[in-house]
């Protein structure tokens, strides 16, 4: 059958040569063999996970924050003396002020009082920006690559397994919310530790210390509440930036599930494109005896029962090529596309 539906294809180019359509500019038989083999090498393929495509880029972005960390911390303990606000260790206070500065909390209980100082700080502010804007290029990456996978391997098991069968266990699979349920109880964990640090070591009310958790792990910061001790601001330095990247980190598992519904669905609806009714191929031959329906004529019929092509697009080309128009069309109505009985296939790895 595939091979009356190759046929096809030089008929195709012979046609979009003397109409000067785009195609003509490739040989048809050479686009067939570099399409077969490149659905083999496709087939045969092992596809690398997600993690390890996004991995190096992570490497990337901690050898970025740690420059950033580094740079920004001497910069601040030089100009130190230029700001203002509540001060106790030179070092504790400038990397305590890389921290919310780089994550974006600002509590403002440390601000330049200079115009070097306000530069400098300016500077940083849009080296912290900078790194956020790589942080989410590599969430979109993650979340692209990993989508790309599904579909990839779907596609690989569905050549295995054939279409209807691969349907059947794309149907069983079940989202995963195990991930965003362990990145909330552990926002949960670390927004108790910090309400109880606040209290102990900043020695604030319980109402003061969840006002200033809410207010740095979502990273709005108003300063009228922040670590003011040596020890708290130790603290504050490694739990202000994991709290924030709690948050994001919550924020992209959420976005994980609703792209693994979607990329379900888009699964779905490719592998079923290539399923054809069985009940659309045997009214077809049932009712025309004398005449043996091939690939070429379902993928007719089914351009035409989308409405790519009309029935005077078909036998204005048929009456060219001098050849009886009469085919599927005729005997197939074209409410039977609507159904969704899922046997007979047409392998796609040589379309």
């Given at each position: 059958m595939l091979g009356h539906f190759n046929s096809i294809i030089p008929l195709a180019y012979n046609a979009a040569k003397r109409t000067k359509l785009p195609m003509a500019a490739n040989d048809p038989k050479e686009t067939t063999i570099q399409s077969s083999n490149a659905t083999s090498v496709a087939a045969n393929r092992v596809f690398p996970s997600t993690i390890r495509t996004v991995l190096p880029d992570l490497k990337k972005l901690g050898m970025y924050y740690a420059f950033y960390t580094v740079v920004a911390t001497l910069s601040l303990s030089v100009l130190m003396n230029h700001m203002r606000g509540h001060k106790t260790n030179n070092f504790i206070d400038s990397l305590y002020m890389c921290v919310v500065t780089m994550t974006s909390v600002g509590y403002g209980d440390l601000f330049p009082g200079s115009v070097v100082s306000q530069l400098v700080c300016s500077v940083l502010i849009a080296g912290g920006m900078l790194l956020f804007g790589i942080v989410v290029k590599i969430a979109a990456k993650y979340l692209v690559f990993k989508q790309q996978a599904v579909l990839l391997n779907s596609l690989h098991v569905a050549r295995?397994?054939?279409?209807?069968?691969?349907?059947?266990?794309?149907?069983?699979?079940?989202?995963?919310?195990?991930?965003?349920?362990?990145?909330?109880?552990?926002?949960?964990?670390?927004?108790?530790?910090?309400?109880?640090?606040l209290c102990t070591v900043e020695e604030m009310e319980f109402d003061n210390a969840f006002y200033c958790a809410s207010s740095t792990m979502t990273t709005v910061g108003f300063g009228d509440v922040s670590f003011m001790s040596e020890s708290g601001r130790m603290f504050g330095m490694i739990w202000i930036f994991t709290g924030t990247s709690c948050v994001g980190q919550l924020f992209l598992y959420i976005a994980e599930v609703y792209t693994d519904i979607e990329a379900k669905k888009f699964v779905k609806w490719v592998i079923s494109n290539n399923v054809i009714d069985r009940n659309e191929i045997k009214a077809a031959d049932d009712l025309e005896k004398d005449k043996v329906h091939r690939a070429a004529d379902f993928i007719l019929y089914k351009l035409k029962d989308m409405g790519k092509i009309t029935q005077e697009d078909i036998s204005s080309a048929m009456k060219d090529l001098g050849v009886d128009d009469r085919s599927v069309f005729d005997v197939i109505p074209s409410q039977s596309s609507e159904k969704k009985t899922t046997t007979v296939i047409l392998p796609s790895k040589n379309l």
């Open positions: 295995k397994i054939g279409p209807t069968d691969a349907l059947n266990e794309i149907e069983t699979l079940s989202i995963d919310y195990n991930k965003c349920i362990v990145s909330l109880f552990v926002m949960g964990v670390h927004f108790v530790v910090g309400i109880y640090v």
